[in-house]
T-cell receptor, first 116, second 114 residues
Framework: GAGVSQSPSNKVTEKGKDVELRCDPISGHTALYWYRQSLGQGLEFLIYFQGNSAPDKSGLPSDRFSAERTGGSVSTLTIQRTQQEDSAVYLCASSSLRDLAQETQYFGPGTRLLVL | AQSVTQLGSHVSVSEGALVLLRCNYS??????LFWYVQYPNQGLQLLLK??????LVKGINGFEAEFKKSETSFHLTKPSAHMSDAAEYFC????????????FGSGTRLLVRP
């Protein structure tokens, strides 16, 4: 079946602009994660969605970052007033609910963001 | 809290040689551990995972890892490296809170020499 998809694959923007990154999880997966991969910080958790529960936003680095998940499926990560330190690869992952602790998270190909 | 440490940001081996990538974890509860591989310009792909069923875990592409509680280790091995194994490898542990987010090590880049 189809895996996790993300768009765009690459995004170049100017400092101060807003960007939206999209993630389509695997059909039927109720858990959705966003991670960020950057040279200085490695792979970091950003936010987690599970069904209709309140998201875990504990990894968002600042209030410029927000995310939503509509209809329990597609998710959008928004970065407002982008800064150069936001340049990174943003990875989305989804997982089924059966046993989250040991369930495999399936990753998308990522969106490579470059802020000039 | 859970954490992982990967020793060696770069490992270089000759084609056909043993691959050994090191991962040590810290966890106050029985951990769930994962190895992911990332090829250039791609996302992460699961190689294998430990979920307490068996201490020796076999994964894809001939990789395996052994969970050693006494050493708090989960090293990744492959008997014979292939050129196609060149990639970055990440060890991860599940954070045992309500989100079960993955906590990743810093990654090890594997170089395979012909």
């Amino acid at each position: 079946g189809a895996g996790v998809s993300q768009s765009p694959s690459n995004k170049v923007t100017e400092k101060g602009k807003d960007v939206e990154l999209r993630c389509d999880p695997i059909s039927g997966h109720t858990a959705l994660y966003w991670y960020r991969q950057s040279l200085g910080q490695g792979l970091e958790f950003l936010i987690y969605f599970q069904g209709n529960s309140a998201p875990d936003k504990s990894g968002l680095p600042s209030d410029r970052f927000s995310a939503e998940r509509t209809g329990g499926s597609v998710s959008t990560l928004t970065i407002q007033r982008t800064q150069q330190e936001d340049s990174a690869v943003y990875l989305c992952a989804s997982s089924s609910l059966r046993d989250l602790a040991q369930e495999t998270q399936y990753f998308g190909p990522g969106t490579r963001l470059l802020v000039l | 809290a859970q954490s992982v440490t990967q020793l060696g940001s770069h490992v270089s081996v000759s084609e056909g040689a043993l691959v050994l990538l090191r991962c040590n974890y810290s966890s106050s509860v029985p951990p769930y551990l994962f190895w992911y591989v990332q090829y250039p310009n791609q996302g992460l792909q699961l190689l294998l995972k430990y979920t307490s069923a068996a201490t020796l875990v076999k994964g894809i592409n001939g990789f395996e890892a052994e969970f050693k509680k006494s050493e708090t280790s989960f090293h990744l091995t492959k008997p014979s490296a292939h050129m196609s194994d060149a990639a970055e490898y990440f060890c991860a542990v599940t954070r045992m809170d309500s989100s079960y987010k993955l906590i990743f090590g810093s990654g090890t880049r594997l170089l395979v020499r012909p």
